[in-house]
């Protein structure tokens, strides 16, 4: 019974606890409704005040704008005034001046219709003219023509004739001037002695009695010393003396120095005679060497093939019109080394260049063809560098020359060969090249007569004026002298001279 009522009790102020929260919660949802409609209408109130601030505020900015804008208007209003009033002044000017262009044009059209007017008179007169000198020189318009362009053509040519030997001469007179200074500086550079050696070998005798010894019984000793040797033995009335010919100058050497062994020694007959013949071989293949080692050094070349070094000694027995040709390589190998040196060209291959430029003439009595081709060849089966090979093989022109160095030797064979004293050439030679160089002139049409001058260093040739004109001459000068250049062998040069006159003849009566 007790737990119970202690029970209702509880239940009782639970309820009278929970009934005393509610509203003691009720009351304060209720405070607090009231205070956030208080806020809430404040807030309202402060809007619409800010509002209406604001709506006061962009009212006057809006003015402000409206004012600015209108000014902006109000200016560019101005401006676009000021600019119609330009444009109507610039457009009062073009018209102006369109009135005045009108005006020169109708001034112009009036003075095209008075020239238009004046050509037809002048050419109506240009016509009645021509007819007239037609008439007068019984030419018509077109042969005129042809004689006026004819005389004209005259005249332009030797105008071309004068401007090209003005040229030419002011060319020549610089080139020769700089080529006598490297020439000039070559030679004194380079003192040679002069040669002159003759074709034959001839060989002293202590008296005439020895010719018999020489001959032996029944002409068996020369019969047995020209088998050995490969030469020609004669025997004449020349006094105590023998010669001795043939083709080959090292074996011709080999029988000089046996012949004069035998000589010497006294003993002549077939045996001792091929005896000294070989040690006479020997001999000269040894001095072969020895000669062909000393010109390489002289000319300052080194690392030759020893068959180069051998034809190089060869050419000691060598000669051309009388010129020693191993003298005349290390000679012509001194002087490309000096004009290369002035020029700038390269010297090495100068100096080899001009040193074997002529071993083709060691071996060009056994081998057909020209000496350079021959030489070239052997050049390169040596291993030769191939600028020298060229420089061999174009040193006459059988071949283009491809390098400044393949002139410089060829300079300087012919300076070698042309110096005084260096060669010699027989009277019948002599005469045969001066009728060759007529020949060669008197070909050409139009020439009257030649005459070769000045031992054949020069060639005159008269020409009949009527056939042949200033421009004509000078072409023909040209064409002689590579003519003369492509048919003839000649030490130095060959000047050529076409010489053009015009004579005025008239008698008194």
């Known amino acids: 019974m007790d737990i119970f009522v202690i029970l209702i009790d509880s239940i009782i102020s639970l309820v009278i606890g929970a009934a005393a929260g509610y509203y003691y919660c009720r009351n304060l949802s209720s405070r607090k409704m009231k205070d956030a409609e208080a806020q809430a209408e404040d807030i309202v109130a402060k809007a619409e005040a800010r509002s209406k601030e604001m709506e006061v505020q962009a009212k006057e900015q809006a003015l402000r704008l409206r004012n ?19 444009v109507q002044k610039r457009q ?12 020169k044009e109708r001034n112009l059209n009036k003075r095209q219709s008075q020239i238009d007017k004046r050509t037809n008179e002048l050419e109506k007169l240009n016509e009645e003219r021509l007819a007239e000198l037609e008439r007068v020189s019984s030419m018509t318009q ?40 490297i020439i000039t500086l070559a030679m004194q550079r380079i003192a040679s002695e002069q040669v002159s050696e003759t074709t034959v070998s001839a060989v002293p005798l202590p008296s005439d009695d020895m010719k018999g010894r020489i001959i032996g019984r029944q002409g068996r000793n020369i019969r047995a010393f020209e088998n050995a040797t490969g030469v020609d033995v ?40 091929e005896k000294l013949v070989e040690k006479a071989r020997e001999q000269v293949n040894k001095t072969i060497q ?9 000319a300052g070349v080194h690392r030759l093939h020893p068959d180069i070094i051998k034809l190089l000694g060869r050419l000691k027995y060598r000669t051309s019109y009388g010129q020693n ?3 005349h390589a290390v000679e012509a190998s001194r002087l490309a080394v000096i004009i290369a040196n002035e020029v700038g060209a390269d010297v090495n291959i100068c100096r080899e260049g001009a040193l074997l430029h002529d071993i083709g003439k060691a071996v060009d009595h056994e081998i057909e063809g020209p000496h350079a081709i021959i030489g070239a060849d052997i050049a390169k089966r040596c291993g030769v560098n191939p600028k020298v090979i060229n420089c061999i093989a174009s040193h006459h022109h059988e071949v283009e020359q491809e390098s400044l160095e393949a002139v410089i030797v060829e300079v300087a064979d012919a300076i070698s060969g042309a110096r005084p004293g260096a060669r010699r050439e027989s009277l019948e030679n002599y005469v045969k090249r001066l009728k060759a160089l007529e020949d060669i002139a008197n070909a050409f049409p139009g020439v009257e007569e030649t005459f070769a001058i000045q031992a054949g260093r020069e060639i005159r040739i008269l020409v009949r004026p009527e056939e042949v004109d200033d421009y004509a001459a000078i072409k023909m000068s040209k064409d002689i002298a590579r003519q003369v250049e492509e048919s003839l062998e000649y030490p130095g040069q060959i000047k050529v001279t076409v010489i053009r006159e015009t004579r005025a003849v008239d008698y008194a009566k």
Request: hydrophobic share 35%; aromatic share 2%; no cysteine.
């Open 68 to 86: 600015e804008a209108e000014k902006e208007i109000q200016r560019r209003r101005q401006e676009i005034e000021r600019q119609e009033e330009r």
């Open 290 to 298: 020895e000669e062909g080692e000393r010109a390489a050094y002289e």
């Open 325 to 327: 040709q191993h003298s």
């Open 234 to 273: 004669i025997v004449d009335d020349t006094p105590e003396a023998i010669i001795l010919t043939g083709f080959d100058p090292v074996r011709r050497e080999v029988a000089r120095i046996a012949m004069s062994q035998l000589i010497t020694d006294g003993r002549i007959h077939p045996a001792r005679i």
């Open 142 to 181: 077109e042969e005129a023509k042809q004689e006026l362009l004819k005389a004209v053509e005259m005249e332009a040519r030797q105008d071309m004739a004068r401007v090209i030997r003005q040229v030419e001469a002011d060319i020549k007179e610089e080139a020769d001037r700089k080529a006598r200074n």
């Open 92 to 103: 009062e000017s073009l018209d102006a001046r369109l009135e005045n262009v009108d005006r």
